[in-house]
């Protein structure tokens, strides 16, 4: 066994070899050329950030948490949010919670499910409620600037199942879902506030496809030359934009901002607008991802500036993580765990007069055969 693991390691080293040397090829060349086209909204593919926050009072962060458990006969899930808002930046910081400091999670039972997919789609649509629920609720109560949501700006299209998964129970809450999103857009289109999506273990490609879609182009119309980039071809579709971007980002930079699908299902009126950018604003971790919707705001350009400027100290906090302070705050309120769960199910087996034992669908055991 040892042998073959020996071979594999040997071969990961040399590709990840080859990916190094070509990456620190083309950072050389991308300091020579600001050639970048649709849908980047900058010529230049690495850009600074801005190192400070003038001018701003508050920042939010929000984030979710859930926990769910199979019964027999049933399914139980728990979830909940908390946005947190600093008043202040440095070392005089007020933190104001929303609900509260430790709000008591929601509760939802139902008979059993029709299936694993069906459960799990449940539960992160239930969080994701919660969480732009409580956003909402956030602007309205301490009227920031920025609010940052833990994960994407906006929910996926593959969140929502399709009309051969789709059963009632989906259909109602992802219907509350969306309609909770919009009212989300309305209350910060109405205030100003600009909403950002900070995606802390991204395994997207948006980046190195578009790059991979680009680079014919610009050979063939003179701006690049092809063996001063040879071997793109056989790079870049092995590589995840995280990946792609810990070579070529320093600290204080990020990729240029690229344009990406808002979701289908926003009215017109809103006019939105999806961009991302790979951010570094720190040297020990590797970059987070991070998206801002863009609807009708005023001031979109000046507000953008502000989040990354708030996102460079925000993320200075002395670990070894780029993930903005505010969003680990959050986190830290909102998590749940099976600590949480356990008195509601033995509340469940007092009322049913059942043991828990006999509820539990997986009961623990140990085979004895040798």
Same mark, same amino acid.
């Given at each position: 066994?040892? &042998? ?12 990840? !070899? ?5 990456? !620190? ?14 849908? $980047? ?9 801005? &190192?400070?926050? =003038? ?8 984030? *979710? ?8 006969? $049933? ?6 949010? %908390? ?18 400091? &430790? ?20 539960? #992160? ?25 833990? *994960?994407? %700006? ?38 100003? %506030?600009?909403?950002? *999506? ?45 990946? $792609? ?6 600290? *204080? ?59 460079? %100290? ?5 670990? =070894?993580?780029?993930?903005? #302070? ?5 986190? &830290? ?38």
């Amino acid at each position: 066994m040892f &042998d073959a693991l020996n071979e594999i390691i040997e071969r990961e080293r040399l590709r990840l !070899q080859e990916q190094f040397n070509w990456i !620190q090829q083309f950072s050389d060349l991308l300091k020579t050329i600001n050639i970048m086209d649709k849908p $980047f909204a900058e010529p230049n593919l690495v850009n600074s950030m801005p &190192d400070s926050i =003038p001018s701003i009072t508050r920042i939010s962060g929000v984030d *979710g948490g859930v926990v769910s458990e199979a019964f027999s006969g $049933f399914d139980v899930i728990l979830y909940r949010a %908390v946005g947190v808002t600093f008043h202040g930046i440095g070392d005089r910081v007020q933190a104001k919670y929303t609900p509260n400091f &430790d709000p008591e999670p929601k509760i939802f039972l139902t008979p059993s499910l029709s299936s694993r997919f069906e459960f799990s789609r449940i539960s #992160t649509l239930l969080r994701l409620l919660v969480e732009y629920n409580v956003a909402t609720e956030t602007i309205k109560t301490e009227n920031p600037t920025i609010l940052f949501l833990d *994960g994407k %700006v906006a929910p996926l299209n593959s969140d929502f199942s399709d009309i051969t998964t789709r059963t009632k129970a989906l259909a109602q809450i992802e219907s509350e879902v969306k309609e909770a999103y919009r009212d989300l857009i309305n209350v910060a289109d109405d205030n100003n %506030v600009l909403i950002c *999506g900070v995606i802390k273990d991204s395994r997207s490609r948006t980046l190195t496809n578009e790059l991979i879609q680009q680079i014919p182009q610009w050979i063939r119309d003179g701006k690049l030359k092809s063996e001063d980039i040879k071997g793109w071809s056989k790079i870049l579709p092995e590589m995840l934009d995280q990946n $792609f971007t810990n070579q070529i980002l320093r600290k *204080g930079e990020r990729t240029a901002w690229q344009e990406i699908p808002a979701p289908n299902w926003l009215p017109p009126k809103y006019n939105a607008k999806v961009l991302t950018s790979l951010i570094r604003p720190i040297t020990e971790d590797r970059p987070i991802k991070i998206e801002v919707l863009l609807t009708n705001l005023e001031n979109n350009d000046n507000i953008i500036d502000l989040a990354m400027g708030a996102l460079s %100290v925000l993320s200075n906090h002395g670990l =070894p993580n780029a993930i903005p #302070t505010i969003i680990i705050e959050a986190d &830290d309120r909102t998590r749940l765990s099976q600590e949480h769960l356990e008195p509601v199910i033995n509340q469940i087996s007092i009322s049913l007069g059942i043991a828990k034992d006999q509820l539990r669908k997986r009961r623990a055991f140990r085979s004895t055969l040798s």
